[in-house]
């Protein structure tokens, strides 16, 4: 949160003063040399696109939308500002770094400091990202993502055309310029410290007031400097000067209206609105109020503008800096009344006077305008926050309900799993899948030794061995198959032909096996079958009465992207939804998360638990709820003997498909002997 919000706030004071971020950016390239770089254009982007990027930071990490990707950025960005403000804090440079723009301001060493605690946050949720709670769920997280930039965009190019929503100068409506320039009285003055270089005798020394020598010695040099700051006033460099005059005491005391055309820089001023001012300034003179244009340009670009303009108003020379921070627009006016602000313009909507005949008193543009803090709030709250808010009640009370829904399905299934008939129970399976490991030797020794080994001790589950093609015949003769059924990982999908090196289900059949693997990712990933392929397959196994282990699951990718659910149905409506009812009870299903297989990694219970209960939902979808719960459903994915007890016990995982522990007599044991417990 606390990264959030300073995101949001920053971001959104940056936003709404794209002009005032530019002139920041560009007094960063002029410390660092490197101005000449960037044309103007350039540095404005760049000030839309690093406040859109933190507002969205903020916002993401608020709603915990994208958390991996968001705390890597967040980490980055603090890493980049932290040591932007270290260069600040040692040489400098930049007295103020505008990192809340002219909202807050902060030290450079004060900025330090607040860097280093946000980027001590950011490194925290980089490494436990997956700890923020999430606010809304992922089906909905791309409206919040796209409303938030859409946003704070439109934020940025309204607050360029006409002027900053919320203006945090000291130029701002209803503020007193000639009171702003005031030092209070008591006030704390600025301290400075004197010393004083005498010689006497060829020597020379330093003094201060305090002690100062006697008449023997002879004054050499002295030196002043300034030992503490003193009072400085929001507005302390505020001067207008006509034709050498300063006139800064007669505008600002003056009694009545005063209009001020602001240009910084004439050569770079919109003259497209050249009609509207010339309309102002008739206006002005015909009701007898003083109108100066402020600018900083030499006589050349003065003589520029009036040449192109026709104007002929007074000019006068005032501050660069003083006239940007005064108004964001260029040119921009200003009405001051009694030497306060009163109203605003920029020169995209300059008011139309050549329409108005009234006294300026009795118009909408010499009142003060209401003060409109509270107004413009309630605008952000009725178009952001408030949508953002009915967004997130409405997916927090969906999510909620389908919890409740889920747990009811949940207990119904229990309750049904409970009182139903004990020839209806659906078998529980371990199954082996070898995969290409074990000579034809080693893979007899290994069957006959797990044949022993579960005949002394009977399981309490159907248990098959999957092996490759070359170990099935030998093997079947080594195996006691109503306690060890047999299968093979894989078959061919077409009955018979020319097919090099393929092996049909016929063959497998003949060996002697019960069983068949397909689907397995394995196969889809690197041998490229296709649910067509696959479908084709299944239909050959079961004409040749073999019984199916199909496999389906989804990549990391696809769960991270909340896909599971739908990778699942389709590979399942596309390969073996197309059988009858009666060729489905020949069907086992193994949900195998293809992250968790030879990773290490496993699919917590609940998770398998929940994948399992949706494929067994979607089962009852196609072949009614009998069906489906006559269906057994392994879980296939690094189920070892510590964690199968565990995984068995969810009511919908009827058992495993297991790789690399069925190598290993005494672990496949320990897996089936989960059964038992």
């Not at 050349?300 to 921070?325: N, Q, R, V």
């Not at 543009?365 to 803090?373: H, L, R």
């Not at 290993?664 to 059964?675: P, V």
Request: glycine content about 6%; proline content about 4%; hydrophobic content about 40%.
């Amino acid at each position: 949160m606390v990264l959030a919000l300073t995101f949001i706030f920053s971001g959104y004071v940056k936003a709404i003063d794209p002009l005032g971020t530019q002139y920041k950016i560009n007094d960063y390239l002029a410390a660092a040399n490197i101005g000449f770089m960037l044309p103007d254009w350039s540095t404005l982007l760049l000030s839309v696109g690093i406040s859109t990027m933190e507002f969205a930071i903020g916002i993401f990490m608020f709603f915990a939308i994208r958390r991996r990707a968001t705390s890597k950025i967040a980490v980055v960005f603090m890493t980049i500002m932290t040591i932007i403000t270290l260069w600040l804090a040692i040489f400098n440079p930049i007295k103020d770094c505008g990192c809340f723009g002219d909202a807050i301001h902060l030290s450079n060493v004060e900025t330090l400091v607040k860097n280093i605690v946000l980027l001590a946050c950011a490194l925290i949720v980089f490494k436990w990202p997956k700890e923020m709670p999430l606010s809304i769920s992922k089906s909905n997280q791309w409206i919040v993502i796209n409303y938030s930039i859409l946003f704070i965009l439109i934020s940025s190019i309204w607050s360029l055309y006409t002027l900053p929503q919320f203006d945090f100068r000291p130029y701002h409506i209803g503020a007193n310029i000639k009171k702003g320039m005031t030092i209070p009285k008591g006030a704390k003055q600025p301290e400075f410290s004197t010393t004083f270089i005498l010689e006497k005798n060829g020597e020379q020394k330093e003094f201060t007031l305090d002690n100062y020598p006697d008449s023997t010695w002879t004054f050499v040099d002295s030196k002043t400097v300034q030992i503490s700051e003193g009072y400085v006033p929001p507005i302390h460099d505020f001067s207008i000067i006509l034709k050498d005059e300063d006139i800064t005491e007669q505008v600002l005391s003056r009694k009545g209206y005063t209009f001020l055309l602001i240009s910084p820089h004439l050569e770079n001023a919109d003259d497209g609105c050249f009609g509207e001012i010339d309309g102002v300034y008739e206006y002005a003179t015909a009701h007898n109020i003083p109108f100066y244009c402020l600018t900083a340009s030499t006589e050349k670009a003065i003589a520029h503008w009036i040449d192109i303009t026709g104007a002929e108003y007074p000019f006068c020379s005032t501050d660069e800096t003083t006239l940007k921070t005064i108004i964001r627009s260029n040119p921009g006016l200003l009405l001051l009344k009694d030497g306060t602000i009163i109203n605003k313009w920029s020169h995209n909507n300059l008011p139309d006077f050549h329409l108005i005949s009234d006294n300026i008193e009795a118009t909408i543009y010499g009142k003060m305008p209401e003060d409109p803090m509270p107004g413009k709030i309630l605008r952000i709250i009725i178009w952001f926050v408030l949508p953002l808010f009915i967004l997130t009640l409405a997916d927090r009370m969906w999510a909620w309900s389908k919890w409740v829904r889920d747990k009811e399905k949940k207990d119904k299934d229990k309750l049904y799993q409970l009182f139903k008939k004990e020839n209806k129970m659906r078998k529980k399976i371990v199954a082996g899948n070898w995969k290409m490991n074990e000579n034809l030797q080693e893979g007899v020794a290994l069957a006959k030794e797990i044949n022993d080994a579960l005949v002394a001790d009977k399981p309490n589950c159907d248990v098959i061995i999957c092996t490759p093609f070359i170990h099935l015949a030998k093997v079947a003769d080594v195996l006691d198959q109503n306690v060890v059924a047999l299968g093979a990982e894989n078959c061919a999908d077409k009955e018979k032909g020319a097919y090099t090196g393929e092996v049909s289900a016929a063959m497998v059949k003949s060996t002697g096996a019960q069983y068949v693997i397909l689907g397995h990712s394995e196969r889809r990933q690197y041998y490229g079958e296709t649910a067509e392929i696959l479908k084709e397959k299944t239909l050959l196994a079961l004409a040749n009465g073999l019984k199916v282990i199909f496999c389906c699951g989804e990549t990391l990718e696809e769960r991270e992207a909340n896909k599971q659910n739908e990778v699942v149905k389709a590979e399942l409506e596309n390969s073996v939804f197309n059988l009858s009812a009666e060729e489905w009870k020949n069907i086992v299903i193994a949900y195998e998360p293809i992250w968790a297989i030879g990773t290490g990694k496993t699919a917590t219970s609940d998770q398998a638990e929940e994948m399992l209960a949706y494929i067994r939902s979607i089962v009852a979808e196609k072949y009614g709820q009998e069906a489906a719960e006559e269906t057994s459903i392994l879980y296939g994915g690094s189920c070892k003997a510590s964690n199968a007890p565990e995984l068995f016990s969810k009511p919908n995982i009827d058992g495993g498909l297991i790789g690399g522990a069925s190598l290993k007599c005494a672990d496949f044991k320990g897996i089936i002997d989960a059964w038992k417990k």
